[in-house]
T-cell receptor, first 116, second 113 residues
Framework: KAGVTQTPRYLIKTRGQQVTLSCSPI?????VSWYQQTPGQGLQFLFE???????NKGNFPGRFSGRQFSNSRSEMNVSTLELGDSALYLC???????????????FGEGSRLTVL | GDSVTQMEGPVTLSEEAFLTINCTYT??????LFWYVQYPGEGLQLLLK?????DKGSNKGFEATYRKETTSFHLEKGSVQVSDSAVYFC????????????FGRGTSLIVHP
């Protein structure tokens, strides 16, 4: 069965621009979560969506936003890009139910964003 | 809040050596504990998990035991291979309420032939 697919894999933007990243979860998975991975801060939770609703949010500024569509695909958007937004952005899906998740996450390969 | 502390790397070993990567956590209640592995250029993959105290997770020769009394979940393997070279992340998800997972900083493992 197909894994988690993230697009694009690599992208380069300049400061002040915005970017949209896409994530297609494993079929049947209704929870999608996003993470920022940098050498300095490690892996940080951005937000989680379940059934088109943002269920949890990490400690990131409002420039970071996301959404989930009825087919569970998700997008995240970063507006007014800053140099510090350069990172690997990982998406993960899980079988989480309405009560939350204690199960494993299935990660995509990530979208590597470079901000110049 | 919740936190996960891993030993800093890189850990450098020769093939067939014994591996231990330490992981301790701070959380209320009984979180679920995980080890993920990230190979170069890839996303994270679940390696093993344990959901309650004294559970032992195992996969591909790796093992970790959920120790509530020491709040630890150390990763071990008896004989590492060059193909085990990767970054290993310890993680937890809370036992109730917020879903938000917490990851350790990751430990890089380098195995030489």
């Amino acid at each position: 069965k197909a894994g988690v697919t993230q697009t694009p894999r690599y992208l380069i933007k300049t400061r002040g621009q915005q970017v949209t990243l896409s994530c297609s979860p494993i079929s049947g998975h209704r929870s999608v979560s996003w993470y920022q991975q940098t050498p300095g801060q490690g892996l940080q939770f951005l937000f989680e969506y379940f059934s088109e609703t943002q269920r949890n949010k990490g400690n990131f500024p409002g420039r970071f936003s996301g959404r989930q569509f009825s087919n569970s695909r998700s997008e995240m958007n970063v507006s007014t890009l800053e140099l510090g937004d350069s990172a690997l952005y990982l998406c993960a899906s899980s079988r989480a139910g309405t009560g939350g998740s204690t199960g494993e996450l299935f990660f995509g390969e990530g979208s590597r964003l470079t901000v110049l | 809040g919740d936190s996960v502390t891993q030993m800093e790397g890189p850990v450098t070993l020769s093939e067939e050596a014994f591996l231990t990567i330490n992981c301790t956590y701070t959380a209320t209640g009984y979180p679920s504990l995980f080890w993920y592995v990230q190979y170069p250029g890839e996303g994270l993959q679940l390696l093993l998990k344990a959901t309650k105290a004294d559970d032992k997770g195992s996969n591909k020769g790796f093992e970790a035991t959920y120790r509530k009394e020491t709040t630890s979940f150390h990763l071990e393997k008896g004989s590492v291979q060059v193909s085990d070279s990767a970054v290993y992340f310890c993680a937890l998800t809370p036992s109730g309420g917020s879903y938000i997972p917490t990851f350790g900083r990751g430990t890089s493992l380098i195995v030489h032939p």
